[in-house]
């Protein structure tokens, strides 16, 4: 198996921020990066009162640099085939601003964005799905890609045999949030549901088509008029994706795609450190600003407990947790 360097480096850790008062949060409570986007379907968390405006990034980026953070920009839906327009906009705008780096998707943008703007700095976004090392050459030689934010399908081991294998390509992994049972969000779901795609719109299951129904035997959720789950009268309701809807199968009412749950690495944080990897991204930019600063706090005391060879924080985040429930995902595949 490949290995890496004998001494580990530093992780940055890289915080979600859906608005300007959630990048303030993840950058007081220790965020060595922010990534955010803009109020358009350019990213793929375009919902209802997130992202930044033009003038809110940049104040964004300034107060982030001021105290030693930096900010990403995703931009890491796929542009409309002959309207590419907004998203050379979004590109050009990022690099205008200083932005410390871009996060892109779509090999065509990501072409665009290496000609027109050599000195912004490019990141491969999850959405790309590059997984292996010849994939994620590619990219660095033909277009100048300095990180890869690495699928949620790989072990441990695989990720240090990644990470080996690819240097001096940075390597970035979740560490923590919701979990996508398809292809890193090339979903068709929600799609069908709604007629808006993740992909293009940046919208999963929109509020706009989200409705709740509430009866004396509990809640219904539905997304796009489709029934997603019926909660119990004591039983939390959760938000309807239909990868995570409840459904009545051979007479069984259970969660056919995904139960819900949230990914939780901070046990084995030594180990990815151990495996060579340059950043851990946290998930959530349309979560709030307490969400942001209590997960902030809990992987920044992590990741100083892991570099210091100190025992790691026993620190309870079930609440802020998908169903209360967590998991290592792919990356232990207790499952095997």
Known sequence: MATVSSTPIRPELVCPAGTPAALKSAVDAGADCVYVGFRDETNARNFPGLNFNRKELAEG??????????VLVAINTFPRAGRADLWHQAVADAAGLKADAAILADIGLIEHAHRTHPDLRLHLSVQAAASNPDAIRFYAERY?????????????????????RVQPV????????????????????????????????GVCSPASDVRYTETAAGITSELGGFTINKFGPNEPAG?????????????????????????????????????????????GRQRGRAYVAAVVQAFRQGVDAAMAGLPLPDIDLDRITEGGKQTTGAYEKAWR
Do not use: W
């Open 144 to 164: 100048g890609i300095k990180r890869v934010v690495l699928p949620r399908v790989l072990t441990v081991q695989e990720i240090a045999a990644v990470s080996a």
């Open 61 to 70: 980026i300034a107060y982030a640099h001021e105290r030693g953070a930096k």
């Open 239 to 283: 938000y309807p994706t239909l990868c995570k809807g409840r459904f009545i199968a051979a007479d069984k009412a259970s969660y056919l795609f995904e139960e819900p749950t949230s990914l939780n690495t901070l046990a084995i944080l030594p180990d990815l450190i151990k495996a060579g990897v340059t950043a851990f991204k946290i998930e």
């Open 170 to 201: 940075e390597t970035e992994v979740f560490v923590f949030g919701g979990l996508c049972v398809m292809a890193e969000g090339r979903c068709a779901l929600s799609s069908y549901a709604t007629g808006q795609s993740p992909n293009v719109n």
